[in-house]
Nanobody, 122 residues
């Protein structure tokens, strides 16, 4: 299984970035997928998750609600994270991963990628 994240970079506060995650080696459409992030010296935390199937329910951490949007394209085995109104506190390495547990209490699953760095300057 490979989860290849891309789209990170350096952006000023208030700016936007769109992360992508190309998945291979798994039946992408049957997995709940999510974005996690980890800042230096801090624990890895959930950012957002999206379920599978017709409902495709979503979960967002309180800190990103209203600013970030998670989406997926099952035909292209790709997960996205649109990040708007970025803040310096959003600076971290962002990982896409499979998710375990219910959508309202997601935790990182079996597979995750190498991460992409997001740096937000003030």
């Amino acid at each position: 299984v490979q989860l290849q994240a891309s789209g990170g970079g350096l952006v000023q506060a208030g700016g936007s970035l769109r992360l992508s995650c190309a998945a291979s080696g798994l039946t992408f459409s049957t997995f709940t997928m999510g974005w996690f992030r980890q800042a230096p010296g801090k624990e890895r935390t959930i950012v957002a998750a999206t379920g599978w199937g017709r409902a495709e329910t979503t979960y967002y951490a309180d800190s990103v609600k209203g600013r970030f949007t998670i989406s997926r394209d099952n035909a292209k085995n790709t997960l996205f994270l649109q990040m708007n109104s970025l803040e310096p506190e959003d600076t971290a390495t962002y990982y896409c991963a499979t998710v375990r547990g219910p959508i309202y209490r997601p935790s990182i699953g079996t597979y995750w990628g190498q991460g992409t760095q997001v740096t937000v300057s003030s």
